[in-house]
C-alpha cells in the first residue's frame, strides 16, 4: 500500500511532467507552426503526460526494472535488450493510447484533437510510427535516467510543503482538465484561450527584408 508521504511524492511528479507536457508540446508548435498556445488548457498542466507517466510506472516500472503489474520481468536480460524491449512496449502504449484518445474526443466533443494524416507511415489519422517512436524513446530515457532522481528530489520535500502543494496542484489540474474538456464539448472545439506568434511568415519575412 502507497503511505500518503509517497502519494504526496507521486503527485509532484505527475505535476512536472504534466507541466513538462505543455512546455514539449509548445516546443514543437513553435518549430513545426511558429507559434505557441494554451493547449487547451487554463493552466500550463497537461494532466494525461503526467498521468500516463506514473501509469507507466505502475504498470511496468522501469527500463532498468521492467515489470508487468509490479512484478519483475526479463531479470536475466541484458541492459541493452531490456532498453530495447522497454522501448517496444512503450511505442505499442503510445499507439493505442493516441488512438484510443483521439477517437474518444472526436466521438463525445464532435472534432479532431489532432491529426497526422498527412505524415508518412501513419496508423489511422491520430498516430503514425514516427511520431509514436518519438514519443516512446522520449519515455524510455525519461524512465530510465530521470523518473527516480526526479521522485527521489521530490521525496526529500518536507512533509507539511509536500502536502500544501500536492493538494493545491492536484485541485487545480484536475479542475482545469474538467473545465477545458467540458467546455470544447460545449463548444464542439478547441479551447483557444490565447495564441503567440513567435516566428514570422515567409510573406511578412519577404516584406521586412525589403
Same mark, same amino acid.
Given at each position: ?49 503526467? /498521468? ?24 536475466? %536480460? ?9 522501448? +517496444? ?34 496508423? &489511422?489519422?491520430? &498516430?503514425?510510427?514516427? &511520431? ?7 519515455? %524510455? ?8 532522481p526526479l /521522485? ?7 512533509y507539511e ?15 482545469? +482538465? ?29 516584406q521586412t527584408?525589403?
Amino acid at each position: 500500500m502507497i503511505k500518503t508521504a509517497e502519494l504526496y511524492s507521486f503527485i509532484l511528479m505527475t505535476a512536472f511532467v504534466s507541466f513538462l507536457g505543455f512546455v514539449i508540446e509548445n516546443v514543437w508548435l513553435a518549430f513545426t507552426k511558429g507559434y505557441i498556445d494554451n493547449r487547451n488548457m487554463t493552466f500550463p498542466f497537461l494532466l494525461g503526460y503526467g /498521468l500516463v507517466v506514473i501509469g507507466i510506472f505502475l504498470f511496468f516500472g522501469t527500463p532498468e526494472k521492467l515489470a508487468l503489474f509490479g512484478r519483475r520481468i526479463f531479470k536475466r %536480460t541484458k541492459k541493452r535488450q531490456r532498453y530495447l524491449i522497454y522501448l +517496444m512496449i512503450m511505442f505499442v502504449v503510445v499507439c493505442a493510447g493516441e488512438i484510443i484518445l483521439g477517437k474518444l474526443v472526436e466521438k463525445i466533443c464532435g472534432f479532431e484533437y489532432w491529426n497526422y494524416s498527412a505524415l508518412p507511415l501513419h496508423i &489511422t489519422k491520430y &498516430t503514425s510510427v514516427f &511520431t509514436s517512436l518519438g514519443f516512446a524513446a522520449a519515455i %524510455t530515457f525519461f524512465m530510465g535516467f530521470c523518473f527516480y532522481p526526479l /521522485l527521489e528530489m521530490f521525496s526529500a520535500v518536507p512533509y507539511e510543503i509536500s502536502a500544501v502543494l500536492s493538494r493545491l496542484l492536484s485541485a487545480v489540474m484536475i479542475w482545469d +482538465m474538467i473545465h477545458s474538456f467540458s467546455k470544447m464539448y460545449k463548444t464542439r472545439q478547441l479551447n483557444v484561450k490565447w495564441r503567440k506568434q513567435i516566428r514570422l511568415k515567409n510573406n511578412e519575412n519577404i516584406q521586412t527584408a525589403k
